[in-house]
């Protein structure tokens, strides 16, 4: 018997913990219109995961399911719409767009799907230089863009202090989550935390865009931004209060994924699904 890639995956609902099979995912994802994929950046499992589920996604949705990607920052647009219409080749389209160094083995095959089925891809993202500004400088240096650069980040950015996604953003960055080096000051971190809310806002202004436009959106994004239903997701369900209905996935590498213990991740997501981490 031959053995199929989703063999190795185990798909958990995450308030229950109760499991579901791997090919009734797709068909609970479908009843949402803004489906968010959360991962590791650095997982090669997870990137198989995504690509398997966005095409599993587009049987049962159609051609209105559009790509969104936070790994494809929204001044790529038009090289990227370029690319898919068949107007310049990939090597035109790497030299347009400013993709990550991983592109290429692990978001490819996505924007490749959706190329062969004619399906929209948009880069989500605010691309790197604002973010890098307003790390630097708060959302008061966007004041200096021009009014074009303007159109390439959302148009209402908020960083509330205090609230849960602000309270676990800082403990991350101070070390009580993932370690980022030395401890920063106040004013850095809070920079730092606006860059972040800025890609938070821009991604889901993204989103909200695409939904308007009658598509169901499959975005992939760092499990941070979608976690608990916070960060971009939380923003794209604020802008877009009425009509919008979320469906959260989150990939998380074990070491054993029949042991993997879905309690420890259940307000994370909607949908957990758990997959081999590489061998050390």
């Known amino acids: 018997m031959i053995r199929d890639e989703t063999d190795n995956w185990r798909v958990v609902e995450a308030a229950t913990g109760r499991g579901l099979r791997w090919r009734d995912l797709a068909g609970r994802l479908a009843q949402a219109n803004a489906i968010f994929v959360g991962e590791q950046h650095d997982d090669p499992e997870t990137h198989k995961l995504e690509a398997r589920l966005f095409a599993e ?105 205090g609230d849960t996604y602000q309270r676990k953003f800082f403990a991350t960055m101070t070390g009580m989550g993932v370690s980022h080096g030395p401890a920063m000051d106040a004013s850095r971190l809070r920079g730092i935390y606006e860059a ?44 877009r209060p009425l009509g919008t209905k979320l469906a959260l996935v989150k990939a998380i590498p074990v070491p054993d994924v029949r042991t993997a213990d879905p309690s420890e991740f259940k307000a994370e997501a909607d949908w957990l699904v758990f997959v081999p981490a590489p061998r050390k």
């Not at 990607?69 to 090597?91: H, N, P, S």
């Not at 030299?95 to 004619?118: G, I, Q, S």
């Not at 989500?124 to 074009?148: H, T, W």
């Not at 760092?222 to 604020?238: E, N, Q, W, Y």
Request: proline share 3%.
């Open 57 to 161: 996604v587009h049987k049962k949705v159609g051609p209105k399911l559009a790509l969104a990607m936070e790994m494809i920052e929204r001044d790529g647009q038009a090289g990227l719409d370029d690319y898919l219409t068949g107007k310049i080749d990939e090597a035109a389209f790497a030299k347009a767009v400013t993709l990550w160094k991983t592109y290429p083995t692990d978001y490819r095959a996505m924007v490749e799907y959706a190329k062969t089925n004619k399906l929209a891809v948009f880069g989500s993202n605010a691309p790197a230089k604002f973010v890098r500004l307003v790390g630097q400088k708060g959302l008061a240096g966007l004041e200096s863009l021009a009014p074009a650069e303007k159109t390439l980040i959302a148009a209402a950015i908020t960083a509330p202090m």
């Open 196 to 239: 972040q809310c800025l890609r938070d806002d821009t991604m889901a202004e993204t989103i909200v865009r695409a939904l308007d436009k009658g598509h169901v959106v499959y975005h992939v994004n760092g499990s941070f931004h979608s976690d608990g239903g916070m960060g971009t997701a939380a923003r794209t369900l604020f802008k």
